[in-house]
């Protein structure tokens, strides 16, 4: 899972399409030059002539994401903004681009449009829409969706954002316990390798990861989904998902280094329904044999045969099916009741005494209720 971004060749300056004045463009064409360029490839070499970008994508990549175009934008954008991507793209070999939104490039956030459809003839594709995570900086387009190697241009690329001018409502931070979160995979924190596929896809309305592994190995590690994360010593992780698939039970997960792979932590067991159900595995993480970091989670496949969909991963502190993840709600023994007057009429500890009280909207204990019998 661990990808490296190739050398890119010289881009040229992008000219950018007229806009409304409510349409702010992330593009900044003075940025667009070599290395510190708004347009950059992983898995294919980039090259810029008049305007157009075209990419080289090799034959039978493992995954959609090994060959993408990433398109950063000179500002963060938050979830609910209204976006504007437009883009015109061919290809020598007809395929459906795949479009993410993502923070810095490779930090996978959400899908972003629907499929695009590219062919030998220029297309143009368009997609006006929300943000769906906070801290998007970047548009990922897959270009690995079909076995053939292929030529991909993109020409006339266009992303804006409207601006009020109105300064937005700050959005709330992600809970503390949270340290991770993903519904897909994106190749380069959450995916897998061995001799299973590895798919994103949309199941039941859901957006999810369809992992297929189509006969048993000779060993459970033979075929493995990875998530590269940076893990503490002495503390106990929970990972939640939903998944539903071909049943099986007793599927093994674990911590560990992913250079060395000293072991540093077993996750309890789980199975697999064939209908969705919800799954909280634990493990505590701990130094292992080796001085090596923790920092990947491993779930071992190499037994399973079949197909499962995996979908609303978390890594947290907190175990969200537990009692350390309920507020209790304190115990009332004592009740205090005022009209909206202020006129104070009951303070009594006989909860009867409340129930008594006529029809009407009452402040009980300093919280507004409305009576009704």
Not at 102 to 126: H, I, R, T
Not at 201 to 228: H, M, R, Y
Not at 250 to 262: E, H, L, R
Not at 340 to 348: H, I, N, P, Q, R
Request: aromatic residues 8%; negative net charge.
């Amino acid at each position: 899972m661990n990808k490296k971004l190739l050398a890119l060749a010289a881009i040229a300056a992008m000219s950018v399409s007229s806009i409304s004045a409510a349409e702010v463009s992330l593009l900044d064409a003075n940025s667009i030059h070599g290395n510190a360029s708004n347009l950059s490839g992983w898995g294919a070499q980039v090259e810029a002539v008049d305007g157009v970008y075209t990419l080289e994508v090799g034959a039978d990549l493992a995954n959609p994401w090994d060959a993408q175009l990433f398109i950063c934008g000179n500002k963060t954008l938050n979830a609910g903004q209204k976006i504007t991507f437009k883009m015109q793209a061919k290809s020598t070999s007809a395929r459906a681009l795949q479009t993410q939104a993502q923070g810095d490039m490779g930090g996978y956030l959400a899908n972003l449009g629907p499929d695009f459809e590219v062919a030998a003839d220029w297309k143009s594709y368009e997609f006006t829409g929300e943000v769906p995570a906070d801290g998007m900086k970047t548009i990922a387009v897959n270009l690995a969706t079909a076995s053939e190697a292929c030529t991909i241009s993109f020409k006339d690329i266009v992303w804006t954002v409207e601006e009020s001018g109105e300064t937005p409502d700050p959005k709330p931070e992600q809970p503390a316990d949270v340290v991770a979160s993903w519904y897909t995979g994106n190749g380069a924190t959450l995916g897998g390798w061995g001799g299973a596929t590895f798919e994103n896809v949309d199941e039941d309305g859901k957006p999810c990861l369809k992992v297929t592994n189509p006969s048993e190995c000779a060993n459970f590690w033979d075929v493995q989904l990875g998530i590269d994360v940076n893990l503490d010593f002495d503390k106990t992780y929970y990972l939640s998902f939903d998944v539903k698939g071909t049943p099986a039970e007793g599927i093994t997960s674990g911590i560990q280094n992913s250079t060395d792979y000293d072991g540093k932590g077993n996750f309890t067991a789980f199975n697999i329904t064939e209908d969705w159900a919800p799954v909280v595995i634990e493990a505590l993480c701990s130094q292992g044999n080796k001085e090596s970091d923790a920092n990947r989670i491993t779930i071992n496949l190499g037994k399973y045969v079949g197909t499962f969909y995996m979908t609303n991963v978390v890594l947290s502190t907190t175990n969200p099916a537990g009692v350390d993840a309920v507020e209790v709600a304190p115990v009332v023994n004592h009740w205090t009741v005022y009209n909206l007057m202020g006129v104070k009429v009951l303070d009594t500890d006989n909860e009867a005494a409340v129930n008594e009280l006529a029809n009407g909207i009452y402040v009980i204990n300093g919280k507004k209720v409305a009576i009704r019998h």
